[in-house]
């Protein structure tokens, strides 16, 4: 009886250390730049069907917009931006309605054969921690409440631990009283991450279980 309450007790301590190594962590950092963005609609746009595939790099936080000289920015309609936290693991997205075709505000960007238009970020780095999933908002101000400029359509999902596709030709703007001149859409996408154990964490663990092991070999 002994025994077992000494080596619950040497296992309470090991746990305890790895909690306190793991929660020692930050719960948020910022991405770590340069992140790839591919521009791809392999339908092309509304109007001309030629295949759209652009890679661009954001190396600083302020991303690419439209006007700044980059490939992708050429793209861009006015007011339409990406750029990235500098205190957080977030990515933040203007996107402008192109074309209102029948009276629904979309992009105009177009998928094809199954295989949608879209904004691709890959090379996504969080330092310490894992990628392992996101939470989409909508709401203008890249807030997580309020007003959305979104009907519908809105599609983010994560391609692996390190990229991400934001559906383009999915989206379905509201209209704010002038057609496609005036929708838009405000996102904002967090990072949900989780610490990955430093090399101290496992030295621990192991440590305590051949503690233990070598304590029962001992009374044995």
Request: hydrophobic share 45%; proline share 5%; aromatic share 8%.
């Amino acid at each position: 009886m002994n025994m077992l309450k000494t080596d619950r007790g040497l296992l309470r301590c090991l746990a305890g250390g790895v909690l306190a190594l793991g929660t020692a962590w930050p719960a948020h950092a910022a991405l770590t730049l340069p992140v790839a963005v591919m521009l791809s609609a392999p339908g092309g746009v509304v109007a001309d069907p030629t295949p759209i595939d652009l890679v661009g790099s954001a190396t600083g936080f302020a991303g690419i917009s439209v006007g700044d000289g980059s490939e992708i920015g050429s793209f861009m309609l006015p007011g339409e931006t990406i750029f990235f936290s500098d205190s957080s693991d977030s990515i933040f997205l203007r996107v402008a309605a192109g074309d209102d075709t029948d009276g629904v505000l979309t992009t105009g960007y177009l998928g094809l054969g199954g295989t949608p238009a879209s904004y691709t970020f890959s090379g996504l780095n969080v330092a310490g921690q894992i990628i392992t999933g996101l939470s989409v908002y909508t709401f203008d101000g890249y807030g997580t409440s309020g007003t959305s400029g979104v009907a519908s359509g809105t599609s983010v999902s994560l391609v692996n631990a390190s990229t991400i596709r934001f559906d383009l030709d999915s989206l379905v703007f509201q209209d704010r009283g002038g057609g496609s001149s005036t929708a838009y859409g405000e996102f904002r996408i967090d990072l949900i991450t989780t610490p990955i154990p430093e090399p101290a964490t496992w030295i621990l663990f192991a440590l305590g279980i051949a503690a233990v092991g070598a304590l029962r070999a001992r009374r044995a």
